[in-house]
């Protein structure tokens, strides 16, 4: 409760001067007309070990963003077919104060995490990692405060927190006592290199769950490096710790092979020990552990607006002695994924 009380003053204190502060900012001329943007992906899987196979329109995103002013902007981002089903996933709005501070409301990706802040126009593989799918993917409705400075010499620090709703996005009526709270901070060592430190603590039913996170990825030129590993602790131990991470590096090369004139290669290394979704009295295991290998190519048309990717991954899965996949989602598999972004 006193965290709850401390977050909301520091909100209001905010808000308080970019009223002030208002009246003193210069006339700029800024567009109201929304910009559209979106992703298409088209997918194709097989599994391995018994042929079976299927067709997904993976994801039909459709983002709106616009701007009121040269202080206040806004977002709104739905999934028509996420694999036949309509989602609408973020819708917020943002007030900058000024001096790198600012206030963001609606629904939208709890701050905490690296890889799960990805979308489809960004993949770098077909299927997400663990650590993301199953272990933390939490959208919320509530307010959260951010502050960006450039620290010179190449480096940046990123702050940001925030208040949410305990319920799932599709359940915002219900009046509750306690909140979901979740931060991050993103450095920017220069070269390339950034460091990301998170904490979250969140209630998915009637057991209060805390995670912790931190990231560490490299970007310079052709490649991109990343390494991620999240901690998550049930309260009351109801269930065991699980330990998630996600470790993959891609290889940019410049091609001419007919329209396409970019290629690309990929590895992963993802798992997970026993995880809970953290529902019910009595916490059950809906994941089991598993370790997963997962290698792939893409080959790409890459303009400054848009962008096509054809995109071929294998997956290999390793389980505990004694125990199998629960599906075929979980299993061995090959596929495949043309993906259009604009």
Not at 184 to 202: D, Q
Not at 276 to 305: F, I, Q
Request: net charge positive; proline share 3%; glycine share 12%.
């Amino acid at each position: 409760m006193e965290g709850c009380l401390r977050f909301w003053l520091v909100a209001f204190v905010a808000l308080v001067a970019a009223v002030f502060a208002a009246g003193a900012e210069e006339k700029e001329q800024v567009s109201l007309v929304p910009r559209i943007h979106g992703a298409v992906r088209a997918r194709y899987e097989m599994a391995t070990a018994g042929g079976e196979e299927r067709f997904q329109v993976r994801n039909a995103r459709l983002k709106v963003v616009g701007d009121l002013s040269s202080a206040i902007d806004y977002f709104i981002q739905a999934d028509l077919c996420d694999r036949g089903k309509m989602k609408i996933l973020d819708a917020w709005a943002r007030i900058a104060f000024g001096q790198g501070l600012s206030l963001q409301g609606g629904q939208f990706m709890m701050p905490f995490g690296v890889d799960n802040f990805r979308n489809p126009s960004n993949y770098i593989f077909i299927n997400r990692a663990s650590l993301v799918k199953d272990a933390n993917n939490l959208r919320g409705v509530g307010a959260k405060l951010i502050w960006a400075r450039l620290l010179g010499g190449g480096r940046s620090l990123t702050l940001e927190g925030g208040a949410f709703n305990p319920t799932s996005i599709s359940d915002q009526e219900v009046w509750v006592k306690t909140l979901a709270y979740a931060a991050k901070g993103t450095l920017g060592l220069g070269r390339g290199v950034s460091l990301v430190l998170g904490g979250e603590t969140v209630v998915p039913d009637r057991v209060r769950v805390n995670k912790g996170d931190v990231a560490l990825g490299w970007e310079q030129g052709p490649w991109q490096v990343q390494g991620e590993y999240l901690y998550k602790h049930y309260t009351r131990d109801r269930h065991p710790d699980v330990h998630a991470w996600t470790v993959w590096g891609n290889r940019l090369f410049p091609v001419r092979w007919g329209v396409f004139n970019r290629a690309s290669v990929q590895a992963r290394w993802d798992g997970m020990t026993d995880h809970s979704d953290g529902k019910g009295e009595r916490l059950e295991t809906t994941e089991y552990a598993r370790n997963r290998v997962t290698v792939g190519g893409t080959v790409s048309y890459v303009t400054p607006k848009v962008r096509c990717d054809l995109r071929v991954n294998w997956e290999k899965y390793f389980y505990h002695h004694g125990v199998s996949p629960a599906g075929l989602d979980a299993a061995d598999k090959v596929g495949a994924e043309v993906v259009v972004v604009f």
